[in-house]
């Protein structure tokens, strides 16, 4: 990785006024958001069983759970891929452990108060809370207002990490457009040192511009709810705060298999040896990502038959510029790095491989919703928690737990124990997975307490393939932590 | 190239001169909601560049993190003060309507400020964050069917 090129001095870092080194800070996020994990990943558990009538919930119940996971999940995969960029660039970029304790702060007091709406006030039209829904339930005013608050919270806290990801950037390579790589287009932005940025940093700075820009739009989105809240006079166009529901939503859930291929550029080459090399095709894909991730949210409205068709139709084009250039060039450069290298198995080589194969499929599965007709078939079935299960189930999720035993360290290869987890772990989250495109294909609405035949069956399956998903998580996370704790007594840092 | 570059803070000014004579030579009677949030916004925005152009003339070392919560803050502020509900209050009253429009460059100014002290070129992040939120507010924010 080329050395920061520094414009200035950079500022002395408060870690240590805090009495934290950004190791245990992020090592102290990671138990946080994967414990939040494996209880948010209990909940969609109670759900599949209610929804299998294995156990019995009251639906007002089983919608605040679902408004509960839906939050919960999204704001914690967010924190924690962040919290992995930041580790993986922290050192190039001079990044600040005070700022990122702002950030993981702010973020946890979002969820918190998003789970006391849930729990305590029983809030529950869903994790995108459609106007008017939030105002119409049978819950509290008190707690509608709470869970708007509490995602104001987790925006700021995104924002706070965008900033400082961004003044590290510029810091070290002079412009954004740098950290974007735009100069191996444009010969006027060339440095006189010549430095370029690396991949990472050209993930890092996308990020960045159009986390701000998401954030920008949620701000608008909650004032305006909370305005409502406040005032009941306060006029919302439904069709108007749809959009930005899901400009917001989708866009920020969307970043974050941005954000973990900024980690990938870095993690990879540990495993195989060789690097990611910046070039004109990297800046110029990630280049149409920035432009066009924005601009992908329409494909959530093509049953709003009031919408602009431009929009429809910009929608489901930008949903394809957006995804395939960086997709393919992450996952064909993944393939080339690893192919006839000395591949090292670890279990974060493992996970983050079978993550790329999930962002992959998943994807795929994406693009099919995303395509008008077959939308029109799909629409509202369980292929759509099938297909973003796939790609933040079996691939985000799968980068954070790859990064988190890089993180813990790997020098030993892996003994037959960690080979038994693994396979408990994927085969639960196989058989989950497919539980749900079986459910999609059959046209099983989604979010739904009570559904139509074949669904219960279905979900009785995927309950049993969710428990060994649950038995192989602990157990990995457990396996994390004893080998935490052992290579911090050897002495020994992550990587491998 | 040099004399263009010198004279935009001049221009600027001028344009932002002119909006600000605008509610006190219309009186009482704003500009249709899209645009009047398009105006406020250009207000933010320009206070912010007024601001970067500041700065680099006395480059700082680089900031504390309250920066940040201050432009996060900024932001939000500018937001609640572009609810057609808080500013209806003063659009009646020319000389008001026109401290407010003084009170967006203010916190335009202070929003780039303050970005500029957490590090240089920061002000980037913030004019891209309030011309966001200026257009999409124009798309919409506070207007709708009437609410039963
Ligand atoms: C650990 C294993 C997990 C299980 C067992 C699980 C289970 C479920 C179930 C049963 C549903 C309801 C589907 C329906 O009938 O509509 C659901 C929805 C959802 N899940 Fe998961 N999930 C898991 C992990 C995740 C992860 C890692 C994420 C995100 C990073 C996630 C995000 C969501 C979202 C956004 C929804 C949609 C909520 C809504 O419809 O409002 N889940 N999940
Ligand atoms: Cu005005």
């Given at each position: 990785m080329a050395k920061p090129v520094r414009v200035q001095e950079p500022v002395a870092l408060h870690a240590a006024d805090i009495g934290l080194t950004p190791r245990r800070l992020v090592g102290m996020t990671l138990s946080v958001g994967l414990g939040l994990i494996f209880v948010l990943g209990m909940i969609g558990g109670i759900m599949k069983a209610a929804q299998g009538n294995l156990i019995q919930l009251q639906p007002g119940t089983f919608y605040a759970l679902l408004t509960l996971h839906g939050a919960g999940m999204i704001s914690t995969v967010v924190l924690l891929t962040a919290v992995a960029l930041w580790y993986v660039l922290h050192d190039h970029l001079s990044l600040r452990p005070d700022m990122l304790v702002f950030s993981v702060v702010a973020i946890v007091w979002g969820l918190v108060a998003a789970t006391v709406a849930v729990l305590v006030g029983g809030f529950g039209p869903a994790w995108t809370f459609l106007y008017p829904l939030p105002f119409m339930g049978t819950w509290p005013s008190w707690s509608t207002g709470l869970f708007f608050f509490g995602v104001l919270f987790v925006g700021v806290g995104f924002a706070i990490f965008c900033f400082d990801l961004m003044a590290g950037i510029i810091r070290t390579y002079?412009?954004?457009w740098n950290g974007l790589a735009w100069d191996t287009w444009i010969p006027r932005l060339r440095r006189p040192d010549g430095k370029v940025a690396p991949p990472s940093v050209i993930a890092a700075s996308m990020v960045a511009i159009d986390g701000l820009i998401t954030v920008a739009?949620?701000?608008v989105l909650v004032v305006a709810l909370?305005?409502?809240?406040f005032s009941p006079k306060f006029p919302i166009d439904p069709l108007w705060i749809k959009n930005l529901t899901f400009f917001f939503g989708h866009t920020i859930a969307n970043l974050?298999?941005?954000v973990s291929a900024g980690v990938i550029y870095y993690i990879l080459p540990k495993y195989t040896g060789r690097a990611f090399h910046t070039n004109k095709v990297y800046a110029l894909s990630w280049a149409i990502s920035l432009f066009f991730v924005p601009w992908a949210w329409p494909h959530h409205l093509y049953m709003d038959f009031v919408q602009a068709p431009w929009l429809q139709v910009g929608g489901e084009a930008s949903t394809y510029i957006a995804t395939i250039p960086a997709t393919v060039v992450t996952i064909f450069g993944s393939l080339l790095l690893v192919y006839r290298s000395d591949m090292r198995w670890r279990p974060g080589s493992t996970l983050f491989l079978a993550g790329i194969l999930g962002w992959l499929v998943g994807g795929v599965a994406a693009m099919l919703d995303a395509t008008i007709p077959f939308n029109a078939v799909l629409h509202n079935t369980l292929w759509v928690p099938a297909h973003f299960h796939t790609y933040l189930l079996g691939g985000v999720f799968l980068f954070v737990l790859g990064f988190t035993s890089y993180f813990v360290g790997e020098r030993q290869t892996p003994g037959r124990l960690v080979k038994a987890i693994e396979w408990t772990f994927f085969t639960g989250l196989v058989g989950f997975l497919l539980m749900f495109y079986a459910g999609g294909i059959e046209g099983v609405p989604r979010r739904e307490a009570v559904q139509p035949p074949p669904g219960p069956i279905l979900a009785d399956i995927a309950?049993?393939?969710v428990a060994i998903l649950l038995v192989g998580l602990v157990a990995m996370l457990i396996e994390f932590w004893v080998r935490a704790k052992r290579n911090a007594a050897n002495g020994e840092a992550e990587g491998l | 190239m040099r004399a263009l570059q010198r004279a935009w803070p001049l221009a600027l000014g001028l344009l932002v001169a002119i909006d600000l004579l605008g509610p006190l030579a219309f009186g009482a009677a704003?500009?249709?909601?899209?645009?009047?949030?398009?105006e406020h916004a250009f207000l933010l925005v320009s206070g912010g560049l007024f601001a970067m152009a500041y700065v680099r003339r006395r480059p700082k070392p680089y900031g504390d993190p309250l920066w940040i919560l201050a432009v996060i803050g900024l932001g939000t502020l500018s937001l609640v003060?572009?609810?057609?509900?808080v500013y209806g209050i003063v659009d009646a009253e020319p000389v008001l309507h026109t401290l407010l429009h003084v009170g967006f460059l203010v916190i335009g100014w202070l929003g780039g400020y303050a970005a500029e002290r957490y590090a240089p070129k920061l002000g980037f992040g913030w004019q891209l964050l309030v011309i966001v939120m200026g257009v999409i507010t124009a798309t919409g924010f506070g207007s709708?069917?009437?609410?039963?």
């Open positions: 002079g412009s954004i739009a949620g701000s909370l305005a409502h809240w974050a298999i941005y309950t049993g393939f | 704003a500009p249709p909601l899209a645009l009047h949030h398009l003060l572009m609810l057609p509900d709708g069917p009437p609410v039963a």
